[in-house]
């Protein structure tokens, strides 16, 4: 796999990786120790690899981690998950893997990954891939958008779906804007960058905040998660512009696992999920990843534990596919998790985007649903307050948006639900490889 130009990059999962190989991964030097399931004693078995001073989640108010008081521990552990991250010598991490005290409670031992979100590809590149996909389209289907066509020589392409004074064009794909469903009730974590709290469409809202980046508030200072939060719980009528989120009256969660520059560890990833968990949120979206093609044993883990909870994590494929080169990518950590829910993304015309990455394979490498990602508009900081970016980030906030309904309609939770998701998603040319089920509907 070749790393995204850096000119031509998207709002989504990070490109880590130049040749697909997971030992060029940027780490940090820690390790995720991923415990078994039950083992109510992990400080104990850090403690005998000689990691005395360790920080666990059970012990903070609200058991949520603050890591203003974690930076100088030897490991944090993540007690609903139960995992930890841990800064450890070569020979104590040897221990952690051979002593007697971790046979049997110690599943797994990897590199602490570092996460990345990218900016936005310069319009001039959106708009040389648009001209060339209607220009496709034009001579191969008549100009009508879709394959199988009757050819009407000089007709103009025009896109299935389009943003209108009342909704965006995602909305009305994945047909929020007819649903008799608002989310009411269910609590929706979105892991990311953060929130702009400021943001006037969300006044009145019921919004819990947490930041997980060391010297960082809440407060969001790169878009990317205010822009996420509001494709997936924006408000019904916003104060100025077409309605843009799909779960209106969900419960927000905003969890900052992102820094203001756009990075963020396994560590603060995995303390946004304990804290989701521990909050009782149905659904975790995370438009987050790295371009690693081995799956990251601790969001196998996390996303199954989180399932056995009743909550679902849903995460962005990634973007590291550019189709019109013949690179069709692959599905990154953590989406690459057996356990958690893959999202590709798709343009106007329901036809996969260029960067939108493809199927791995390996057991849980495929992309499992589709959304709208391409030209989404969203919120943004103030005072921009809007704007429109393309990704696999934005495809993933609409099927985080959608779980929410379904949630709601149903009362379904974890596994019930990626199932209700799957089964009413609306079925697609594109090959599963690219969109899995297909499109992902509102119930109505």
């Not at 490109?15 to 060029?24: A, F, M, Q, T």
């Not at 708009?127 to 958008?145: C, F, S």
């Not at 030209?375 to 696999?392: D, N």
């Amino acid at each position: 796999m070749i790393e995204p130009d850096p000119s031509s990059t998207f709002g989504n999962a990070p490109g880590l990786v130049p040749d697909g190989d997971s030992s060029s991964a940027e780490t940090t030097g820690r390790y995720v120790v991923v415990f078994a399931e039950g083992d109510n004693a992990p400080s104990a078995v850090l403690e005998s690899a000689g990691l005395s001073n360790v920080a666990d989640s059970r012990d903070f108010r609200g058991r949520e981690v603050d890591v203003s008081e974690t930076s100088g521990a030897d490991a944090t552990v993540f007690g609903t998950l139960g995992i930890a991250v841990v800064s450890a010598e070569p020979e104590q991490i040897g221990a952690l893997q051979t002593s007697h005290e971790a046979q049997g409670a110690v599943l797994s031992v990897s590199p602490e990954l570092v996460h990345h979100v990218l900016q936005q590809a310069p319009s001039d590149y959106l708009r040389g891939y648009r001209d060339a996909v209607e220009d496709l389209d034009t001579r191969l289907n008549g100009g009508n958008g879709r394959a199988g066509g009757t050819a009407t020589a000089a007709a103009p392409t025009v896109p299935i779906f389009q943003d209108t004074a009342q909704f965006t064009w995602g909305l009305q794909a994945v047909q929020a804007n007819s649903s008799s469903w608002s989310g009411r009730g269910i609590k929706v974590a979105v892991l990311d960058t953060g929130f702009d709290s400021t943001h006037p469409d969300f006044a009145g809202r019921a919004i819990s905040t947490r930041s997980f980046i060391q010297g960082e508030s809440p407060q969001d200072g790169h878009g990317h998660g205010t822009h996420c939060i509001g494709t997936s719980c924006g408000p019904k009528a916003p104060s100025t512009g077409p309605r843009y989120g799909v779960a209106w009256e969900a419960e927000i969660f905003a969890g900052k696992v992102l820094s203001n520059a756009g990075s963020g560890s396994d560590a603060g990833i995995l303390a946004g999920i304990d804290w989701a968990l521990t909050n009782g949120c149905a659904i975790i979206s995370m438009s987050l990843g790295a371009n690693v093609p081995q799956v990251h044993p601790p969001y196998v883990a996390a996303g199954k534990r989180a399932l056995d909870r009743g909550t679902l994590i849903i995460a962005a494929a990634g973007n590291n596919a550019r189709r019109l080169q013949g690179n069709v990518g692959f599905v990154g950590t953590p989406a690459n998790s057996p356990y958690i829910m893959a999202v590709g993304a798709l343009d106007h015309q329901l036809d996969v985007t260029f960067f939108s990455a493809r199927s791995l394979a390996v057991r849980g490498g495929q992309v499992d649903v589709a959304g709208p990602g391409w030209q989404v508009y969203s919120s943004w900081l103030m005072p921009a307050r809007y704007r429109s970016i393309s990704g696999t980030s934005m495809a993933t906030p609409h099927a985080a948006g959608v779980a929410a309904l379904w949630a709601q309609a149903t009362g379904f939770r974890g596994r019930e639900l990626w199932s209700a998701l799957v089964q009413e998603s609306d079925r697609l040319t594109a090959p599963s490889v690219d969109v899995g089920s297909g499109l992902v509907i509102a119930p109505q």
